[in-house]
């Protein structure tokens, strides 16, 4: 039997503060419903005992609780909508008190449209493609009032015309599911492991120095509080704090500077003007500090911390991109910013001599607290943590996919110690004389630039938007020269993006029909564009459709989630997309194969990034058991050079 379950609950706690797990097992956390459907029959429901009377309203047949744990235990498969909320429900929640689920016969539907690059809500997906899936705004907004105590008195809503609508927006979602479920294909075996093992690394989540973490929050909030007042007094009241935007452009415009941003990277450029008034600079040096995101972490890893045990559970989300990568969920270890001390120690204790002391010896507070980010997770007592790098992966996995051969050859030499790295060799090209990494930084970080900007088909914006991150100004013309020159010396790539646009313009104009460059194939199938790895696994893309681009040619348009505005939009396709795609998608394959085999292999990880893994062992587990497991290749993978950087150590890093 097929089951698809919902749960409605309500808590003191704040889900989107604490996450699942937390809130799962908070002591006011409680099940107000719980809808089953079993597939092709009616849906069933259970609800508080005092609210049955109000249930039997909407003619659904009631269970009791017994009933609930016999139907769901006995079921075949249980499918859920982020199922990684009703696992936590069923089998933390103090006010279920039932028996253990086991997560192996749990089924996820988000999981399923992720897979296939839909809208992750449920209601999304379903109007995505047009799945008779009523939307219940009412229904919806009655579930968030419900979810939570009444702000003046504390007590819970209870009003018998409010519950009656959350009994039947339950039973919706039960039925909704179920549709989607029937409407996407299953998760692959090798997906099913991955969702599977990515479901107990998020359950069993990485240990955090809360000590650490509510010091340096502390900290940063007194530094805070310090530069608002600062900026208020250089902007004559104009501006009473560095948060806001609006009021900091006005007065910038009064001294003539217009920008249209005041993020990191415009902040550097007009900082790198020389001719820049000295109060202008001192007003945008104080947003700069007082504008590192990263510092308002300490407090969210001090709310999504385990009280008893100081663990942080639910960091990255299954197949949040089209490739299947990982994202970042809470905390977010995955946009943790690279520049961080190898020991934060002493930096962390600074802080309990006060501010003054912290930038006499240290610098500047919150670049301070900033680098000592990752050192605050760490690993279990008695235990270490063991991390693994991939060296420049997606530029492999890229060269490999083009069929690039001097580039692999030349990672080969370099991990075997007789080659230069290929920043330097891409510099040599460049420059037109040799470039060694310690005596020419400047050239090698142009050679970087490219390497990493231009594989994608990337033009002026892009290598621009790569330099401008790594402090590099240049202009148009030499920026161009040195687009050139790099697709020049990398003619596969270059075949490569003219190829897979040729061949995805095909499949949609024959749909059944299969096109293939180098081992990556395009067909169209029941309204989805696929885009077969060389390993196998298909990408998905809705609806797609040809269309003339902007060079005159033809392309194909998918439909997809914005990632800045998170709308169902229309995208365009083009060669550079489709081979980033697939480097990334092949990278993220080579990533997830490394975390099940430390899994099976009992180190269990704790972190993964894009091209890290961490896990948490005995201090007498070596470090290149960890590295086993990553270089431990495919078959399809066995041509592609990997290399992996191992470190350890009790806090987090990066080398």
Sequence with gaps: MILTVDYETRSRADLKKVGAWNYAEHESTQAICFASKPRGEKALLWVRPEYADIARTIGCELLSKEDVFELVLSADEVHAHNAHFELAVWNLCSDWGGRPLDPAKVYCTMAQAARCSMPLGLEAAGAAMGLPIQKDADG??????????????????????????????????????????????????AERTIWLT??????????????ACELLATGVKQYAAELNRKLEEKTNGHAKSATQIAALQEWLVAHGIRTKSLDKAHI??????KSLPDNVREVLE????????????????????????????????????GTGRWGGR??????????????????????????????MIWGVPTFVASRCLRGCLTARPGNKLVG??????????????????????????????????LYCITAQHVYGRPIDKKSDPAERMIGKVADLALGYQGWLGAFHSMADGYGIQISDDEAKRIILTWRARHPMFVHLWKKLEECAVLAVENPGHRYAYRNCLFTVRDKFLLLRLPNGRALYYYDPEIFVNDRGKKAVSYMSVDQKTHKWVRKGGYGGLWTNNIVQGLSRDIEARAIVLCERDGLPVVIHTHDEVVADVPMDVPASRLVSCMLNKSAWAKDIPLAVGAWEGFRYRKD
């Design 140 to 189: 919806h907004r009655t579930m968030l009032q419900l979810c939570k105590p009444r702000k003046k008195t504390g007590a819970w809503w209870e009003a018998p015309e409010k519950l009656e609508k959350l009994f039947r927006y339950c039973i919706r979602d039960v039925e909704a599911e179920e549709v989607l479920s029937e409407a996407l294909p299953p998760l692959p075996a």
């Design 198 to 211: 990515d479901y107990e690394i998020n359950k069993r989540g990485v240990k955090a120095d809360i000590d």
């Design 268 to 273: 550097k450029r007009l900082l790198a003007k």
């Design 286 to 321: 104080i947003r700069r500090e007082a504008g590192k995101t990263s510092t308002a972490k300490f407090s969210g890893m001090v709310r999504r911390a385990d009280p008893n045990h100081g663990v942080i559970r639910g960091t990255t989300q299954y197949h949040a991109a």
């Design 330 to 359: 809470g905390i977010q270890p995955q946009n943790f910013p690279r520049d961080s001390y190898l020991d934060p120690t002493d930096a962390i204790t600074a802080f309990n001599h006060g501010l003054d002391v912290v930038e």
């Design 388 to 421: 693994g790098d991939y060296s420049a992966v997606e530029g492999r996995v890229g060269a490999w996919v083009a069929g690039e051969q001097w580039v692999l050859d030349a990672y080969r030499e370099y991990d075997a110690g007789r080659g230069s790295e």
